[in-house]
């Protein structure tokens, strides 16, 4: 077990160091985290904002080990390597546009007043 934890703490500070994208994922988490906190009414409400963003971050890793794969197997242009990496792509924004639906229906009655 604790292995397996200075693994997954390796991955997490190489995604850290060498994914971009990861960085600006966990600053925007950094951030948001507490709002959801503070903005959920609910205990549910809170849950479902906070596993959002983590949902976020969990794509985003996978996203960068496919890459990772994809790139040492594969280094000149292949049409199905880059189509795993459009596919991981496109699965990290629809976690964004699952974070933008979620705080939507949460936060927009609310401030609308129904």
Do not use: H
Not at 20 to 29: G, T
Not at 40 to 68: F, K, P, T
């Amino acid at each position: 077990m604790l292995k397996a934890t200075q693994y997954s703490i390796q991955g997490l500070r190489a995604a850290f160091r060498f994914e971009a994208s990861f960085r600006l994922e966990v600053y925007l988490f950094v951030v948001l985290a507490p709002l959801a906190v503070l903005l959920g009414q609910s205990s549910i409400e809170r849950v479902l904002m906070l596993s959002s963003l983590v949902l976020v971050l969990v794509v985003e890793l996978l996203n960068g080990a496919v890459e990772a794969i994809v790139d040492k197997t594969t280094p000149e242009f292949n049409e199905l390597a880059g189509r795993s990496k459009d596919m991981g792509s496109a699965a990290v924004f629809l976690c964004m546009l699952n974070v933008i639906v979620t705080w939507t229906l949460i936060l927009v009655p609310r401030w609308m007043g129904s």
